[in-house]
């Protein structure tokens, strides 16, 4: 669509590089070519964007085969608008000088007329051909022949088209009777595969069986090997055993040897120390028999000495106290009682006992 502007009652128009423009005025031609910008006024101006660019007509039908299937077609069609000044003359492509915009629908038209041509020719080439050959070869024939027949069509050159290329992209049956049509090639694809399967297994156990074979043969070649091994084994310790016994018997006759130069030897060291520890046992006994009685000596001189010093003592004990008086020696039994007494914090005298040791104070003496 083309870009129109407006400034002070005129107008400015604005195509696009793949846009044909056309304007009219007073039934004159002024401007004719694509990518075109000039202004104009409204009131007097007829114009008309014609499309040159390639354009994509995608198209579905269905048709029905020779064997009464219905089928459905789908392709694309691209054309463009060769001459644009026919197509502006057999087709309204004039636009509204206020917006740019078509006032009719032109396009619309070319795709109907395209569909309708090629599905006619579609129809006729499927009409003719049954359902298996239509999905076998029905997308090349069905190309070719709509390719043809556009090509052939002489409105589409009266109108200013070209078409381009011509795509058959699917042609397709029923749901139902595609499914039906599948069902064959699925079970020979489920047998190939079932056989496949089977020969696979076969092989798997035929290959096992080798497998197991090869076992037993290695397991009897092991048995044999191992009854070898053992035979080997007993010969090896019985020679060992024998080695042993004669390594043990020359040991046993060298550890007797050894043995009874031990003994002998611990005998004669027996006897030395036997006759060491006897004389020194002696001269311990006689010294501690001399110790003895040096020892019981003097503890008899001492007893007899202190014994002598206790009497001496004794004696002079009594010869010193025989010389004194009674008082003296009531005094000193006192005195000696009271060192032996405990110990006496208080002494609490009755008022008895005071009176009379202060009736006895009071008392004269006799001086006799």
Do not use: C
């Not at 106290?321 to 005094?331: E, R, W």
């Amino acid at each position: 669509m083309a870009d129109i502007t407006r400034r002070l009652g005129w107008r400015h128009l604005r195509g696009a590089p793949t846009a044909h423009i056309r304007h009219h005025r007073g039934g004159k031609l002024l401007h004719d070519g694509p990518g075109l910008s000039f202004w104009f006024r409204a009131l007097t101006a007829a114009l008309s964007e014609v499309p040159v660019d390639d354009r994509e007509l995608a198209m579905t039908f269905h048709a029905r085969t020779s064997d009464f299937q219905d089928v459905t077609v789908q392709s694309t069609v691209t054309y463009r608008i060769s001459d644009p000044a026919l197509a502006a003359a057999r087709l309204d492509f004039s636009v509204d000088p206020d917006t740019g915009a078509w006032r009719g629908t032109p396009l619309e038209q070319l795709g109907t007329l395209l569909t309708e041509t090629a599905q006619q020719h579609a129809l006729d080439v499927l009409a003719r051909t049954s359902l298996s050959a239509a999905l076998v070869d029905g997308v090349t024939a069905v190309r070719e022949r709509v390719a043809a027949g556009l090509a052939a069509e002489p409105r589409l050159p009266a109108t200013g088209i070209e078409v381009v290329a011509v795509r058959v992209v699917a042609l397709r049956p029923e749901p139902e009777v595609e499914r039906a049509l599948r069902t064959p090639a699925r079970e020979q694809i489920q047998q190939e595969a079932d056989r496949a399967t089977y020969e696979r297994r076969a092989v798997a156990v035929e290959r096992e069986r080798t497998i197991a074979e090869n076992e037993l043969a290695s397991q009897i070649e092991l048995a044999r090997r191992e009854e070898q091994l053992v035979d080997q084994r007993g010969t090896n310790a019985r020679r060992e055993a024998e080695e042993h016994a004669a390594a043990d018997a020359v040991r046993a006759g060298a550890e007797a040897a050894r043995s009874v130069k031990l003994a002998e030897a611990e005998a004669a060291r027996a006897v030395k120390l036997g006759e060491a520890e006897a004389a020194r046992s002696l001269k311990l006994a006689e010294a501690e028999a001399a110790r003895s009685v040096q020892l019981a000596r003097a503890e008899a001189e001492g007893v007899r000495e202190v014994g002598e010093a206790k009497a001496q003592a004794q004696e002079a004990w009594l010869r010193v106290h025989a010389d004194v008086d009674v008082a003296t020696l009531h005094a000193l039994t006192g005195t000696r009682l009271a060192e032996n007494l405990p110990h006496i914090d208080s002494v609490t005298i009755s008022p008895d006992v005071l009176t009379g040791l202060l009736a006895k104070l009071g008392t004269p003496r006799d001086p006799a």
